[in-house]
């Protein structure tokens, strides 16, 4: 079982940057891939970024892509996401995840195992 804490959220005006971190514990790192979710007051759950194990291949929602990077730090347990361009649509609270499957639908939430408590992510216009 792995444990996941994320941190890094706040208000921010819309043109700005925030960098979110998931801190993992537990077991390996390395074993699992990641994934970032979000969801906005009275909307679903949605994917925004995910990045393998080794961290060679990422993959981004169309709305986040050019101005969102996930990345890896395996030696420090750790994700993260630097949020570039910040928009008020991209305010909703967001996820980190965790799945050790090596087949998945990585867009869909059900697929990963772990979840973290989430972290508030506000953009003001």
């Known amino acids: 079982q792995v444990q996941l804490v994320e941190s890094g959220g706040g208000l921010v005006q819309a043109g700005g940057s925030l960098r979110l971190s998931c801190a993992a514990s537990?077991?390996?790192?390395?074993?699992?891939?990641m994934g970032w979710f979000r969801q906005a007051p009275g909307k679903e759950r949605e994917f925004v970024a995910r990045?393998?194990?080794?961290?060679?291949?990422?993959t981004y929602a169309d709305s986040v892509k050019g101005r969102f990077t996930i990345s890896r730090d395996n030696a420090k347990m750790t994700m993260y996401l630097q949020m570039n361009s910040l928009k008020p649509e991209d305010t909703a609270v967001y996820y980190c995840?965790?799945?050790?499957?090596?087949?998945?639908?990585?867009?869909?939430?059900?697929?990963?195992?772990?979840w973290g408590q989430g972290t508030q992510v506000t953009v003001s216009s």
């Open positions: 995840a965790a799945t050790a499957r090596l087949r998945y639908t990585y867009y869909q939430p059900a697929p990963y195992d772990y």
């Open positions: 990045i393998t194990w080794s961290g060679g291949s990422t």
């Open positions: 537990g077991r390996t790192f390395s074993n699992y891939a």
